[in-house]
């Protein structure tokens, strides 16, 4: 995954699209579940789901950019 991509969440079905921003990697992880710590700054098209740090195990590219 790299800046530009389309992405959408992997495991819903109706899931807004969003822009990725930046790729990050984040100081700890967020739960011990959860030991990836490469996430992505999404900025989404939908007002509902609030832009910010998503990991990248959650995501699904749906457009590579060029």
Same mark, same amino acid.
């Given at each position: 995954?790299?800046?530009?991509?389309?992405?959408?969440?992997?495991? !819903?079905?109706?899931? @807004?699209?969003?822009?990725?921003?930046? =790729?990050?990697?984040?100081?700890?992880?967020? !739960?011990?579940?959860? @030991?990836?710590?490469?996430?992505?700054? =999404?900025q989404w098209a939908c007002k509902y789901t609030a832009p910010g740090n998503y990991q990248l195990c959650i995501l699904e590219t749906?457009?590579?950019?060029?």
């Amino acid at each position: 995954m790299k800046v530009g991509d389309l992405v959408k969440f992997r495991r !819903h079905n109706k899931s @807004p699209c969003g822009i990725v921003l930046e =790729v990050i990697e984040l100081p700890n992880s967020p !739960h011990p579940s959860q @030991p990836d710590r490469r996430a992505a700054y =999404v900025q989404w098209a939908c007002k509902y789901t609030a832009p910010g740090n998503y990991q990248l195990c959650i995501l699904e590219t749906i457009d590579e950019s060029r």
